[in-house]
């Protein structure tokens, strides 16, 4: 039986093999540390998992904040509160976002406001913080819904794994939302389609638009029964209107 260095340069070797190079690198590192014999069991235990657990959540962050588009983002929820520049109402609403239980919760929110108020900045550092717990996708919509016509007219299997994708996400962000009429009736049936899916499955999704909902039917052409039920998904939780000062 090996003991001692031996034993313990096994133990190391072990946890390579596992790709648990973090943990095996602090076990090495503990075994040489003056009063390792001496440490408690729980003590040694949380000092050996600690840095492999932390390693996980930031690759796992990091990969989630890729994925949603948001990597680099330097929004910081800090600074979406009321000042000398901006005004969130109603008052409070930030606050209440921050938990980020409207997303447990599969609640939808409306981020109204004009050009450059901050409406996609609140949206990204929301969506920053969220993918500390969550799958999350930042879109421009526009683009979103070019690509995905052009997916589904090219590969309808693709499409359909992509769509299937975008419905497992807890959030969504859709920006720019309805910033230009939608005339195409493929465009038109594939957000009917997410927003629609998304709110049967309980999935939390964000517009920014710097249009009022009473005016988004006209911007969604020769599809009232679509438009109707767009504009029901899209502010039937939350809705945040931002003001410049």
């Known amino acids: ?71 680099g983002s330097p929004e910081e929820l800090a600074d979406c509160v009321d000042s000398d520049k901006r005004e969130y109402l109603p008052a409070g609403i930030t606050e209440v976002l921050f938990s980020l239980d409207f997303i447990e919760r599969g609640y939808n929110l409306c981020i109204l406001g004009e050009s450059d108020a901050g409406k996609s900045y609140l949206a990204k550092a929301i969506g920053i913080k969220a993918c500390n717990r969550y799958n999350v996708g930042y879109f421009h919509s526009e683009e979103l819904l070019e ?47 997410l927003l629609e899916k998304r709110n049967e499955q309980r999935k939390s999704t964000i517009v920014c638009s710097q249009r009022d909902p009473d005016n988004w039917k006209a911007m969604i052409l020769n599809d009232e029964v679509s438009a109707n039920s767009i504009m029901k998904r899209a502010t039937k939780h939350y809705t945040i209107k931002i003001n410049t000062r």
């Open 1 to 71: 039986m090996l003991t001692g260095t031996a034993l313990m340069n096994e133990l190391v070797d072990e946890l390579n093999e596992l790709k648990l190079s973090t943990m095996a690198a602090t076990l090495d590192d503990l075994y040489h540390r003056p009063g390792f014999l001496e440490m408690d069991r729980l003590t040694l235990i949380a000092e050996l998992i600690g840095p492999q657990f932390q390693e996980k959540v930031s690759t796992t962050l990091k990969n989630r904040l890729t994925a949603a588009h948001l990597k």
């Open 147 to 193: 690509s995905m016509v052009a997916l589904k007219e090219q590969d309808y299997d693709k499409y359909a794994r992509k769509m299937k994708k975008y419905l497992k996400w807890e959030l969504i962000i859709l920006d720019d939302f309805l910033l230009h009429t939608i005339t195409d009736e493929r465009e038109i049936k594939i957000l009917f389609e």
